[in-house]
Structures are given as C-alpha cells and as structure tokens.
C-alpha cells in the first residue's frame, strides 16, 4: 500500500512561513515526478510545484520566489518551504507523486490526504 501523509500546515499571519512535509511510505520518490498541489474552496485545483522526472523544477508564477520544494537524502520525505505567505495561499495542500508503471512509464498520481495551511491578513 502506497500512502502520502502530509504535515506542517496550520494557520499563521500573512508575511508568516510554513514548511510541510510529505511521508512516503511503500513508495519512493524515484525517477517519477513528485509535487504538491492546493485547492481553494470554490476554486480549481493547481498545481503549485514539481520536480518533473527529468529532474527540473516547476513553479506557479503565483509562488515563485516565495516557495520552495525539495525532498531528503533518502527521498522519503518531500518538503515544501513556504515564505511571505498570503492570504490567497490558503487551501489544502496535497503531496503527490506519479506512480512507475511495469513498463517504466510514468502515469497516474498518488495523492496524500492533504494538510491545511490558513493565511490571515
């Protein structure tokens, strides 16, 4: 059994930080993508930022500069540090990681439950 369990978020002033933190287990962030994803009451799901399986990394244009993803040494763990949080970054956050098919292509998602990150002003 694949599981994704988020940590880290709660409720903290704008201008405030967070760094949540993504558990892995019967799984490896291997040669696959991995990311985190939010969504917003009423709003659509996006994808916030990615390490693609070539190994480079995405960023909305809605937190780059501010936020920062990466993982451990034994890529159990993902990581994403939020600064200069804002208000519109609240959501529920989600650890993703693409799943290795039999054939070594990288498909379908596997999505952790999420953790909640509230940003008041």
């Known amino acids: 059994q694949v599981q994704l369990v988020e940590s880290g978020g709660g409720s903290v002033q704008a201008g405030g930080s967070l760094k949540l933190s993504c558990a892995a287990s019967g799984y490896t962030f291997g040669p696959c993508g991995r990311g985190w994803y939010r969504q917003a009451p009423g709003k659509l799901r996006e994808l916030v930022t990615s390490i693609r399986a070539d190994r480079t990394i995405t960023y909305a244009d809605s937190v780059k500069g501010r936020f920062t993803i990466s993982q451990d040494n034994d890529k159990k763990t993902l990581f994403l540090q939020m600064d200069n949080l804002k208000p519109e970054d609240t959501a529920m956050y989600y650890c993703?990681?693409?799943?290795?098919?039999?054939?070594?292509?990288?498909?379908?998602?596997?999505w952790g439950q999420g953790t909640q990150v509230n940003v008041s002003s």
């Open positions: 993703v990681a693409e799943r290795r098919s039999r054939t070594g292509v990288c498909t379908s998602l596997y």
